[in-house]
Structures are given as C-alpha cells and as structure tokens.
C-alpha cells in the first residue's frame, strides 16, 4: 500500500504523512514487511504500526499525578465521576487481526514474536475479533514467566494476560469503561480490577485508600479514567516506587538517572500529601534507603566474588517460540545468556540474562581502585 491510502487511514494531511514517514522504522515479521512509529510524534501516537494496508494504534501515553487532592480534579475537569482500575505491574501489549492472523504488538509498534506465538495460551481472542475485526485489545502481560518485566501476582503461576482498555484499530477511539467491561466479560476475556466510580469531588480519600491497600500487597497503583476513557491518570504506590529503585540500584550504570530521580520525587510528595509524621517519614525513608542500598550492595558482592549481573527472566514455551524469542531480543542488540534450559510437561523452560555490560564493567573497575573524577 503507498503512502497515500495509509496518510487516509491515519487521517493526517500528504504532507503531514511524507513528514512521518522519515521517522518511521522499518522491520519485518514473519516475512511480512511493515513500519513503526517508535516515538512520540506529533499527531500520531507512539507504537502506531502500519501492517498490510491496516494501521493499528499506538496505546497512548498515560499522564501522572503525584498529588491526589490536586491533580484529580485538575486532570478530569468537567467530568463528574471517574472509574478506578487496577494499574497491574506487566509489559503493554496490543492484540490485533491482521490479515486473519491475531498479532501482538508492543508499546512502540513492533510485532512481538514471542507474545504472538504465546497469545492462544493466555487467551482465547478469536470469538472477540470474529464479532469485532476493527478491535485492538489493549492489555498488560503479568506474571513471573515473563521475558519482560517479572511481577508476581498472587494465582499467577506463569504468563498471563489482564485487558484493560479496547480501541477501535485505526482511530485509536476508546470503548467506554462499562461497555468494555461488559464485552470482555462476554467474550471470557480475564481483565484488570475495576475498583469502583467514584464522584470526581471526593475521588482522592477513595483512591488514598485504595492505593494502601495495593500498597501493603505489594501491587503496583491505580489508574483513574473519566467515563469515555478518552481521558486517564496514573497514580503509584510506595511498593512499587521501592520496587523500582531496588532494581534500577542492583543495575546502577545502566539504569538512567532520570528514572530513579523520579521514583525518589514521587515519594517526598506522597510523604506530604498524607502529612505523615516524623515516626512515618523515617520509617519511608528506612525502607527506601534500604530498598536502594541493599540491592546494590548485593550486586557489588557478586561483582566481586567472580559473577556477572544483570536482568534475570525465566520463560515457558514451545520450542520454537523460545528461539524466536533470543533471536528477537539477540537481534535488538541485548547480550543474552542462558542459564538454565529443561524441558518440563512437553515445554521448554529457559531460564536467561540480559547481559548489562556498563553496570558489570563499572563495578569492576571500581572494585578494582579505578579513581573516579567527579
Ligand atoms: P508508557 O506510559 O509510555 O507506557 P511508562 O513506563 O511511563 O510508559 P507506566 O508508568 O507503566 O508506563 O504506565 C502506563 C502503562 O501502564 C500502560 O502503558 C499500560 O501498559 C500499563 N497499565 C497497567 N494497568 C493498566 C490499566 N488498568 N489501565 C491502563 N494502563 C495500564
Ligand atoms: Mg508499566
């Protein structure tokens, strides 16, 4: 398909499209050839993909609040009630049917080979798109066997899907919250929990409360959403912000300093908005100290007694969705190495690191009385 039907479909001008163009990527997927939009571009979401004649979306960015009282009413103006879903703690994934093959795309718009071969064991989205072609099922990848990000869910033993948010493929245009809810119901489709509505004017005690909840289960936050989902808010908790920074501190050189400056930033606001007293901030800033410092000084101590850091998955399936998989991360120019690989019930089990080459020369270095000038 040219530029011209395509610049249709994303309702954007010719020029506007020849001016994307320049900034899309190009790949492949199963010999089939298809871009990508892999930032944030004016106009066109990021992770929109244009793939056999169809564009498919880019799920939007989600703004955050740090401060409850304040940004709730600022963020959803003029609605009157706001809907409180369960933020899960997974990898965003975009289902969609392209050319009567169900495929799953990731936040920047790649074909991900690996949840595509995996999807039909986690859900079953074929009655969904035989009612639905036009649907993009929004939803996150959870749970410990997962290549991504390694969350654990209470009943959660391996991969397993929540959707979240159902767009229409090409616009983008959101189903709103109840009539979602209410089709995935109907087509068996496990989803996140919606917590409640509540009126915009009071939604910050309900969500405070919540959030603590989440927070003594270790659970990653909410998020809010108007009505018509057209407009959202995020909101995390302390858990999840200690979670984070455990994990960037065990990966200190290859984690970027913006992502635990925020992390730390979200904490100091949230200490103040629920005018903790000095027992309660020392207790939080105990358990962030201990968070980052522990975590880090577990990764020094491998460091020097011969070992190697870095992201460690484990993941069950096929055989052959397992090569894909490391052909995939190997060909996105990550360092991969297997540390276990059995098989169990017919499937594979392969337990693997992404190889962090900065944090595990650094340390080395600096173990090694490298002088730092700064
Ligand atoms: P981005 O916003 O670009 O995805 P990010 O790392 O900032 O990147 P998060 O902080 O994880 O993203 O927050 C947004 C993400 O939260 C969504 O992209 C989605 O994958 C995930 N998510 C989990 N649960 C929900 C939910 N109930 N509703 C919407 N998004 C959810
Ligand atoms: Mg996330």
Redesign the pocket.
Known sequence: MNGTEYHRKLGIGESAFDALTDHLEERSYDGLEYRHVPDYRQGVE?GTALIAGEVVRG?P??P?TLVLETGIPNQFDGEEEIAV????N???VRFARIDGDVLAFS?SGMVCPFTTRIADRVVDLDPLFDAHPEATVCG?MIGPENPYTAHDYPGVDSIAFRA??WRDRRTGEPLAVSARRERYEEFDVPQ?QLFGTYDVADAAAAVDRIVRGLDAEDREGV?MKSPDCAR?L?YTTSASNRGDLAYAFSLPFDYGREFVFRRLIREGFQTVERGESDHEVRERARDLGEAILLSMRESIETVDAGGTVGERHTVRASEESIDVLLEHLRGQGLRIEIEADRREDGERVVTFRKRTQATNDKIRNYLDGHIARE
Request: proline share 0%; net charge positive; hydrophobic share 25%.
């Open positions: 990021r799920f960015k989600i955050r879903e369960e933020k899960l997974g990898y965003n936040r996150e979240f948010d996140t998020v959202q995020k």
